[in-house]
């Protein structure tokens, strides 16, 4: 199970990788493990569709399969917007017989035309659920730039306070290009008294399809700075590549000398990528 511990004295860096599609083999993402071999990332998440999607047993068999053949922590994540109670005891049951003790408990985004359950209207829901369940490692998400469907900041981090106080002890950032906005975010954090851990989620962006998704999905907003690297190197496959890790990198390096206490990398599965952006910043998780 992560430990407390895991985060004294030192920055964490961790990575998050995805279930293949259903119409994909699942041994595809035996092949990004593969790839992400000697890394040493302190934990691997394994994301879950919001509606389940299908791939719940691949969330768990892959979840699994990080610590019993790669010896690597996981952490399996659970949206619960589309579960029952009765589903959920099920999933802690599947979590405590494959060795998973590390939750990473959402509530899932809203999937139009599919009526929620009703038994966990929001993650902190599930947070309390998973705490009474069993002895569980469990973590939840947090928005520098606020949650979309929250009102305003003071408000997203009051619920944010109700997922800490229920029992999540290890927060993820959702991904942010702009560094100013985790550090006054941070700062409002710990002014409301949360005194977990918060990783920071970095997405380097290699393409130009992938950030029309991503601010479409979560709204991260794009500075000056990365717009005129996209309008630059957008249409260059290449070029775009090099510029994404190089962005990803630089954004790391401020963090870790900010003295953040994690790093979170959206692999977005692609361990060459994974690779670069380790090879280029090893040596600043060293102390
Ligand atoms: P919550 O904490 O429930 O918050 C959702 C909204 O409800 C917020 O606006 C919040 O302010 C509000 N709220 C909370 N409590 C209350 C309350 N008591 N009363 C009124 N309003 C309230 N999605 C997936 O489907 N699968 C994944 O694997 C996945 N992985 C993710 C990993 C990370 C690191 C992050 C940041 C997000 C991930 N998501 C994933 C997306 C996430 O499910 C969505 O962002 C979702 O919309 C919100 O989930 P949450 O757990 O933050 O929800």
């Known amino acids: 199970m992560i430990s407390d511990s895991l985060f004294h004295g030192r920055t964490i860096f961790s990575f998050e990788v995805f279930p293949p599609k259903r119409s994909a083999p699942i041994d595809t993402i035996y092949r990004t493990l593969d790839g992400l071999q000697g890394l040493h990332p302190d934990f691997i998440s394994v994301t879950y569709g919001a509606a389940g999607n299908g791939n719940t047993a691949s969330t768990v068999q892959i979840a699994s399969a990080i610590q019993r053949q790669y010896g690597i922590e996981s952490v399996a994540h659970l949206p619960c917007l589309y579960l029952s109670h009765k589903q959920a005891a099920s999933m802690v049951s599947e979590f405590q017989e494959n060795g998973i003790q590390n939750i990473l408990a959402l509530r899932g985004d809203v999937v139009p035309d599919l009526?929620?359950?009703?038994?966990?209207?929001?993650?902190?829901?599930l947070v309390s659920f998973l705490k009474q369940a069993g002895n569980f490692h469990i973590l939840a998400a947090c928005y520098p730039e606020v949650h979309p469907e929250a009102p305003d900041m003071k408000t997203d981090i009051r619920h944010l306070k109700e997922k800490t106080d229920a029992g999540a002890s290890h927060l993820i950032t959702q991904l942010f290009l702009d560094n100013t906005y985790f550090y006054s975010f941070l700062k409002r954090v710990r002014?409301?008294?949360?005194?977990a851990p918060v990783e920071a989620g970095i997405m380097p962006v290699i393409n130009k399809k992938q950030i029309q998704r991503m601010v479409s999905l979560c709204g991260a907003s794009l500075p000056e700075k990365f717009r005129t690297m996209m309008d630059r190197y957008g249409d260059n496959p290449e070029a775009m590549q090099d510029a994404g890790?190089?962005?990803?990198?630089?954004?790391?390096?401020?963090?870790?000398?900010?003295?953040?206490?994690?790093?979170?990398l959206y692999t977005m599965n692609n361990p060459l990528v994974a690779r670069r952006i380790c090879k280029a910043t090893a040596t600043l998780f060293k102390n």
């Open 115 to 125: 009526q929620p359950q009703g038994d966990f209207p929001h993650a902190s829901a």
């Open 245 to 264: 890790i190089a962005y990803a990198v630089d954004q790391i390096v401020d963090l870790v000398s900010h003295g953040v206490d994690g790093i979170h």
């Open 191 to 195: 002014a409301a008294g949360i005194t």
